[in-house]
């Protein structure tokens, strides 16, 4: 057992210190050869904090875990959504300002509610999978046309100020790229076989550790960069970091999962507890942050509303365990 705690601890550790580098080292080599700061944001910031779900629903799905995997991707969006906003609000009120932010809200809620259609029926097939890669792929070639786009837009300036802030010779980019790659791919491989260990230990179901340890795991670095960036004053990092990221995990981590080891039959559990929570959670950041009279914010009492809805929702999973 003591092994299984050194492997969880470890490939915990390494897995948010190997992210950290990986994204700011690929925002920086990218910038390096002319990529704009609001297209760095888009997808290093939002996407790249997704890695970690991304490597770890892929190594367990290699290995037939296709519950822990998807249970990593939904647990993350709750947590990202009800426990990192509802934290980052409390500290200090989220102002939404970017108009591509204000854009990723109904795009989330949309894909959101497409994952769910697929998942509802029990089952995960290979072409459900390939569909929400080809959205994953859409997406992306949206982004970079707001990116090349929007170059005035809020969260533009505030990614190049913070890039800034970060400078460092091409090498040292790279290096940091390719370190944090490799540490990331290590670590996570640690982290499945502890996670996987720990459920049978446990006598609890691969989704269950997907849905809790893995999920708060692999969600470190979403929190580390909303409560940063909010407390720089960078309000539309913070937020859009959240959305980024709960577009990947659906479209990104769930598609590739799929198309790896299909789901044949999911735990029902799922259906009746994790999905509408995760729709409920995406559902009310639309509607707290979008703004319909003009500007969104996601004031502290909003964040608190978050964090009650994320208690509840842990009080209700470990009731059902």
Not at 21 to 44: D, K, N, Q, W
Not at 248 to 267: K, R, Y
């Given at each position: 057992?003591?092994?299984?705690?050194?492997?969880?601890?470890?490939?915990?550790?390494?897995?948010?210190?190997?992210?950290?580098?990986?994204?700011?080292?690929?925002?920086?080599?990218?910038?390096?050869?002319?990529?704009?700061?609001l297209?760095?944001?888009?997808?290093?910031?939002?996407?790249?904090?997704?890695?970690?779900?991304?490597?770890?629903?892929?190594?367990?799905?290699?290995?037939?875990?296709?519950?822990?995997?998807?249970?990593?991707?939904?647990?993350?969006?709750?947590?990202?959504?009800?426990?990192?906003?509802?934290?980052?609000?409390?500290?200090?009120?989220?102002?939404?300002?970017?108009?591509?932010?204000?854009?990723?809200?109904?795009?989330?809620?949309?894909?959101?509610?497409?994952?769910?259609?697929?998942?509802?029926?029990?089952?995960?097939?290979?072409?459900?999978?390939?569909?929400?890669?080809?959205?994953?792929?859409?997406?992306?070639?949206?982004?970079?046309?707001?990116?090349?786009?929007?170059?005035?837009?809020?969260?533009?300036?505030?990614?190049?100020?913070?890039?800034?802030?970060?400078?460092?010779?091409?090498?040292?980019?790279?290096?940091?790229t390719?370190?944090g790659l490799?540490?990331?791919?290590?670590?996570?491989?640690?982290?499945?076989?502890?996670?996987?260990?720990?459920?049978?230990?446990?006598?609890?179901?691969?989704?269950?550790?997907?849905?809790?340890?893995?999920?708060?795991?692999?969600?470190?670095?979403?929190?580390?960069?909303?409560?940063?960036?909010?407390?720089?004053?960078?309000?539309?990092?913070?937020?859009?970091?959240?959305?980024?990221?709960?577009?990947?995990?659906?479209?990104?981590?769930?598609?590739?999962?799929?198309?790896?080891?299909?789901?044949?039959?999911?735990d029902?559990?799922?259906m009746?507890?994790?999905?509408?929570?995760?729709?409920?959670?995406?559902?009310?950041?639309?509607?707290?942050?979008?703004?319909?009279?003009?500007?969104?914010?996601?004031?502290?009492?909003?964040?608190?509303?978050?964090?009650?809805?994320?208690?509840?929702?842990?009080?209700?999973?470990?009731?059902?365990?």
């Amino acid at each position: 057992m003591f092994m299984i705690i050194l492997a969880l601890v470890l490939g915990l550790g390494l897995l948010v210190w190997s992210a950290d580098r990986f994204i700011e080292g690929s925002a920086l080599v990218a910038t390096h050869y002319g990529m704009s700061p609001l297209l760095a944001g888009v997808l290093f910031v939002g996407f790249g904090t997704s890695a970690p779900e991304m490597v770890v629903s892929l190594m367990a799905a290699l290995e037939g875990n296709s519950g822990l995997a998807l249970g990593n991707a939904l647990g993350s969006n709750i947590i990202n959504t009800g426990f990192v906003i509802g934290v980052t609000a409390l500290l200090a009120p989220i102002l939404v300002l970017s108009r591509v932010i204000r854009q990723e809200i109904p795009l989330l809620l949309g894909v959101t509610t497409l994952a769910s259609v697929f998942l509802f029926e029990g089952s995960l097939k290979r072409w459900e999978g390939m569909v929400l890669l080809l959205g994953f792929v859409a997406v992306l070639a949206w982004m970079a046309f707001q990116g090349f786009k929007g170059r005035s837009d809020a969260l533009g300036a505030e990614m190049e100020q913070e890039l800034k802030a970060r400078q460092a010779p091409l090498y040292r980019a790279w290096l940091m790229t390719l370190i944090g790659l490799v540490v990331l791919l290590l670590s996570s491989r640690l982290l499945v076989w502890g996670a996987v260990e720990v459920a049978h230990w446990a006598g609890v179901s691969d989704l269950v550790i997907g849905l809790t340890l893995v999920a708060f795991g692999t969600s470190t670095p979403e929190l580390a960069a909303s409560i940063t960036a909010v407390l720089k004053g960078e309000d539309d990092i913070a937020l859009g970091n959240i959305l980024g990221s709960n577009i990947f995990n659906l479209l990104a981590v769930v598609g590739i999962a799929a198309v790896v080891s299909p789901m044949d039959q999911i735990d029902g559990a799922l259906m009746a507890r994790d999905l509408p929570a995760t729709l409920g959670f995406t559902l009310a950041l639309a509607l707290f942050g979008f703004g319909f009279r003009g500007q969104g914010q996601i004031s502290r009492l909003k964040g608190l509303l978050l964090l009650l809805g994320f208690g509840a929702y842990l009080l209700i999973l470990f009731q059902t365990l």
